[in-house]
């Protein structure tokens, strides 16, 4: 593999940064101080799964396929949360265009990066064992070089990484990592995923007093990293350059309210249950209709696409507080893919949605008290309040204070610059382009132009 010159590009995406985040940034200001910044248009559904895929391809759910944080496989009748490979993904990735064209390029914590076409690959995989435990490991390529990461890092702080002991400690694993692995490799082309503003934004709201702290805590993880990129790709080849991008994934809102799908649904009849010692669990495979959730927006899978139970499902989601679109068919626009579900709810911007399908809270099955990513059905973020005292998860999600999914559109008032997500990059770059804002989508054309690469080779 023949390096391009010696040219670097590192893409860092980052969820929840918004342009009035820099105040209290001043590494990053400092880094692009002399390049440029744009307003980022937040395709919907804005959260990871989903924007990642679409940033890393140029194109939309309906056409790479990745239509939420996880996947019902209804020919399995399947619920498959966080754990797909890269070959869900339906559309060439920045890599495999790069890989053409001779160009290296490493792929640190995309969601969906296992098995992935990039050169070099780190990505959390840690070993499930028969009686639920985990042991720590992660996937990398070469395979090898997990093995010497934990000899100079130990193991990836899984546990910070998601949950409520989540914090700094995991972005600084994955920048410090990257920096070994770009002293190593010297990719051209270098993605990594820095998640550590999603936390205290959930939990306490995106302006909250813990959410500026995390500002400062990322801002100096920047500073390190900056610093160990230079040295590992600046400074190795006389002429070198190294050239960065910090994208938004989607902005946080605040919110003061939830809505529950499976407890509409299951107040039209529709929900089938499994029967569990001291509670219930929802049967997907029996239900005529049920919502697998994922923040602001959710799939609603209707048993044989009935057309009959989708207009009974329509027709009473239009008028549940809290859901501002009711999307079925062609409406369902970017998510008019056969793995979306036959409903799809997007939330107002100031609500979000919570799996929850029990009515009393002594109904409710074991998992939902525990940090259980793969067996819920969508995104629980109340996860983040576990409550020590107990060792388990409350069950009131009223407890969330930001969210996100809905896209741009709603991310802020009309005007408010200050709240949207931002493009930012360095001279090298290359010009945003002649608008103050642009789309997610563009970002992998942005890659390959600053290679010099044609998008359809």
Not at 23 to 38: C, D, H, I, V
Request: charged letters at 20%.
């Amino acid at each position: 593999m023949k390096h391009h010159a010696t040219k670097h590009l590192v893409f860092a995406s980052i969820p929840g940064l918004r342009q009035i985040d820099l105040e209290s940034m001043p590494n990053t200001r400092r880094l692009f101080a002399s390049g440029k910044s744009s307003r980022i248009e937040h395709s919907f559904p804005a959260v990871t799964w989903p924007s990642q895929a679409t940033m890393l391809t140029g194109s939309s759910p309906q056409e790479h396929g990745v239509v939420a944080n996880g996947f019902f496989w209804r020919d399995k009748a399947k619920v498959e949360m966080w754990t797909a490979w890269n070959e869900v993904i339906e559309q060439p990735q920045i890599w495999d265009t790069l890989k053409q064209n001779d160009i290296s390029s490493a792929a640190w914590f995309p969601m969906l990066s296992k098995g992935c076409g990039a050169d070099y690959v780190c990505m959390p995989a840690p070993i499930h064992q028969p009686d639920g435990s985990e042991d720590l490991w992660c996937y990398t390529k070469p395979q090898e070089f997990y093995g010497q990461l934990l000899e100079t890092l130990g193991h990836f702080p899984l546990k910070h990484f998601w949950g409520p002991l989540a914090n700094i400690k995991s972005s600084d694993w994955i920048v410090k990592s990257a920096t070994l692995a770009a002293a190593e490799f010297k990719p051209n082309f270098f993605y990594i995923y820095l998640p550590h503003l999603d936390y205290a934004a959930q939990k306490y709201g995106p302006d909250s007093e813990q959410a500026i702290q995390a500002l400062t805590d990322l801002d100096n993880t920047v500073g390190e990293m900056v610093s160990g990129f230079e040295t590992a790709l600046g400074s190795t080849t006389a002429g070198a350059r190294v050239d960065w991008m910090f994208a938004s994934e989607y902005v946080i809102t605040p919110v003061d309210h939830v809505t529950y799908p499976n407890r509409e649904l299951r107040s039209l009849g529709l929900l089938e249950f499994l029967p569990e010692e001291n509670g219930e669990l929802l049967d997907v495979s029996s239900s005529r209709a049920w919502a697998l959730v994922d923040h602001q927006f959710s799939h609603v899978f209707v048993k044989d696409s009935d057309p009959a139970t989708i207009e009974k499902v329509v027709n009473h989601f239009q008028s549940v507080h809290g859901i501002e679109r009711v999307l079925t068919g062609s409406a369902r626009g970017r998510l008019d893919h056969d793995r979306s579900g036959d409903v799809v709810l997007a939330s107002t911007s100031n609500s979000w949605q919570a799996y929850y399908w029990w009515e009393v809270d002594d109904r409710a099955p074991a998992l939902a008290r525990t940090v259980d990513i793969h067996r819920k059905l969508g995104y629980d973020p109340v996860e983040l309040h576990f409550d020590m005292s107990t060792m388990s998860v409350p069950l009131d999600a009223t407890l969330i204070k930001g969210s996100h999914g809905y896209g741009w559109q709603n991310q802020s008032e009309a005007g408010d610059t200050d709240h949207r997500g931002v493009l930012l990059t360095t001279g090298g770059v290359g010009d945003i382009g002649d608008s103050d804002s642009v789309s997610d989508a563009s970002m992998y054309g942005r890659v390959l132009e600053y290679f010099g690469v044609e998008r359809n080779t």
